[in-house]
């Protein structure tokens, strides 16, 4: 017996010190990515001229490349070679998301377990390399001839096609790679920690903007206090939402052999209230912004009316585009729920592991009041992220000011934290955990 105790004391020993070092790794870990990403994000792709292209950015705010640009970290205004950021994977991971739902093959693969997984995600890189040489492509060639783009590109030619296009698909493939690795032996999600990074980096210029207005008198005191008071109540409600879970009652009906009583234990079913989290704001974004990014080029070629009235009812600040801003994010957290989340699949795995809802039978009738319960979930959290969503217009409508954290910047700052604390979370409570163990062994 004492043998037996002292081999459990040494595993506690060996399991606290390895839950210690594992957390301060994972640390330093997401210190070295986050510096390799910077000093990535001032790398610049050959023969680009930066000054013009920060005024562009400057001049066309609103516009698709200011959108990528924060995503991006601001590597599209140093003209990087991280300008396409994770983009093409986030739309990757999507596509692939929605052959899982149409095709039988990707649906089967799905379901296959971890190798399942492995092969989506195998599927996901190569598509991601596929749209970014796409894109890369399209962007180096486009370049030189649009007419707001003049005089960008110093020597337009072959050479500097091929290093463009180059440039920007290895820079999105370390992207994918450095994030998978974050993932692995850092904190939190890879992917969203690294378009997390590219929004927080443009937080100091945006504060050392908002205090010289105040210092010139274009903001007074009381409304840069009301101001601050405003952005630390939309972060509380943020993380509220955020962390806010509805919990459907569960049973599990335990048979005792020996006995034969049925024992019934309660547990429960928690459903997020934002269940899609980020994605929907994003595509109805990028689908709003596109068609005016594309008008104000073509304005540019082409003085015709009908344009110049198109893109007044396209602009960021017009009724037209809020409301078609509204239906999509609406629209796309319907889709995308629809595509996540399996009702029927969620019923079925009740089942199998002897779990049923308080006065609900069991199969399609459980199915259909999760179903139910979802769908009123999906509207309150899509009325919530066209609320977040629509944060950067009103303040700039009512205190003539920019508000750095746009709708999606703000949900995907929060969720970031939020995911990065709760890992950080686990580990330091499986460390006490084991030390409270090591302690207990020690007494006996």
């Not at 070679?81 to 739902?101: D, E, K, W």
């Not at 994030?179 to 990074?197: D, M």
């Not at 990014?293 to 198109?310: C, D, G, Q, R």
Request: proline residues 2%; positive net charge; glycine residues 6%.
């Amino acid at each position: 017996m004492l043998k037996k105790n002292k081999v459990n004391i040494n595993n506690l020993n060996n399991n606290v010190n390895v839950n210690n070092n594992e957390l301060k790794s994972r640390i330093f870990f997401v210190i070295f990515a986050i510096v390799i990403f910077r000093i990535g994000s001032l790398i610049t792709v050959p023969g680009i001229n930066i000054e013009i292209l920060s005024e562009i950015i400057h001049h066309n705010y609103g516009n698709v490349l200011n959108m990528i640009n924060i995503f991006s970290g601001g590597a599209i205004k140093t003209a990087s070679i991280f300008s396409l950021g994770i983009m093409p994977y986030i739309s990757a991971s999507i596509i692939v998301q929605c052959l899982t739902l149409v095709n039988r093959r990707f649906k089967n693969i799905k379901k296959s377990g971890e190798e399942g997984k492995k092969k989506i995600n195998r599927y996901i890189k190569y598509l991601s390399f596929i749209i970014s040489v796409i894109q890369s492509v399209c962007i180096s060639f486009s370049l030189p001839k649009i007419y707001i783009f003049k005089d960008l590109v110093m020597n337009p030619g072959m050479r500097f096609y091929i290093l463009c296009s180059l440039s920007l698909v290895t820079g999105t493939m370390f992207l994918i790679w450095l994030g998978e690795l974050i993932t692995k032996y850092g904190i939190g999600n890879g992917v969203s920690l690294i378009i997390f990074l590219g929004i927080i980096s443009g937080i100091p210029n945006s504060i050392v903007s908002i205090i010289k207005k105040v210092k010139l008198g274009n903001i007074n005191y009381s409304t840069f206090a009301l101001l601050i008071f405003f952005v630390f109540s939309v972060i509380f409600f943020v993380t509220f939402i955020e962390r806010s879970f509805y919990k459907i009652n569960v049973q599990y009906a335990n048979i005792n052999q020996i006995k034969k009583i049925s024992v019934s234990r309660n547990s429960y079913l928690p459903l997020k209230v934002n269940i899609v989290g980020v994605i929907p704001a994003i595509f109805a974004s990028s689908i709003v912004l596109l068609p005016y990014t594309i008008i104000s080029w073509l304005v540019n070629f082409y003085s015709n009316n009908f344009l110049i009235v198109l893109l007044k009812c396209l602009h960021p600040n017009s009724f037209f585009h809020t409301f078609s801003y509204i239906f999509l994010i609406i629209f796309f957290c319907f889709f995308y729920t629809n595509l996540t989340f399996n009702s029927t699949d969620t019923s079925e795995n009740l089942k199998k592991s002897g779990a049923f809802i308080s006065g609900i039978r069991p199969g399609n009738h459980t199915a259909k009041y999760i179903k139910t319960i979802v769908t009123k979930l999906t509207f309150i959290g899509s009325l919530y992220i066209s609320f977040v969503c629509m944060i950067p217009e009103f303040v700039s409508h009512f205190w003539s000011s920019s508000f750095y954290f746009g709708g999606t910047s703000l949900l995907i700052v929060v969720v970031v934290i939020i995911d990065c604390i709760s890992q950080i979370q686990n580990i330091v409570v499986s460390n006490m955990y084991y030390k409270n163990l090591h302690r207990s062994n020690r007494r006996f």
